[in-house]
């Protein structure tokens, strides 16, 4: 799986929306792979952020 599969697979699983940290946390990627699947993520419509800086699956 790639980055952006990973990231969205650990948003999916979580019943609350999680900060980029968390996902770092829990997926042990590299931080800027994250915020770079979720910049990706986020344009293409599969996630959406319901407060700055958190981020759910839609």
Same mark, same amino acid.
């Given at each position: ?27 042990? #990627? ?10 990706? #993520? ?17």
């Amino acid at each position: 799986m790639d980055t952006k599969e990973i990231v969205l697979q650990t948003l999916k699983s979580s019943d609350k929306p999680l900060k980029t940290q968390d996902i770092v946390e829990k997926t042990g #990627l590299d931080k800027k792979e994250v915020e770079k699947a979720i910049k990706e #993520l986020k344009n293409e419509g599969f996630i959406e952020s319901p407060k700055r800086c958190y981020y759910q699956a839609k």
